[in-house]
């Protein structure tokens, strides 16, 4: 079983910054892949950006070059650096892992970015 547990969250002005951070506890494996997605009210979930434990990462459209998203195996953390944030940012973005045959999700935690 493995818990995760999201940080980081809150109300920025449009062109500011967040970092989010995943903590995951349990049976982590090296083939895990950890990410974000994010969902927005009336839409589907969106991956935002994930990374293997290798540090291969994948990046949505809408935030490639303006998202970071980085892995720290030794404590088992991801974080998601958010810089020139646009209100269309807006949503509740959750923590995944995924491997073979599973996948965990976070709790979520609300991003407002404000215009």
């Known amino acids: 079983q493995v818990q995760l547990v999201e940080s980081g969250g809150g109300l920025v002005q449009a062109g500011g910054s967040l970092r989010l951070s995943c903590a995951a506890s349990g049976s982590i494996l090296r083939t895990d892949i950890m990410g974000w997605y994010r969902q927005a009210p009336g839409k589907q979930r969106e991956l935002v950006a994930a990374i293997t434990k290798g540090g291969s990462t994948n990046y949505g459209d809408s935030v490639k070059g303006r998202f970071t998203i980085s892995r720290e195996n030794a404590k088992n953390t991801v974080y998601l650096q958010m810089n020139s944030l646009k209100p269309e940012d807006t949503a509740v973005y959750y923590c995944?892992?995924?491997?073979?045959?599973?996948?965990?999700w976070g709790q979520g935690t609300q991003v407002t970015v404000s215009s």
């Open positions: 995944n892992l995924e491997g073979w045959q599973r996948n965990y």
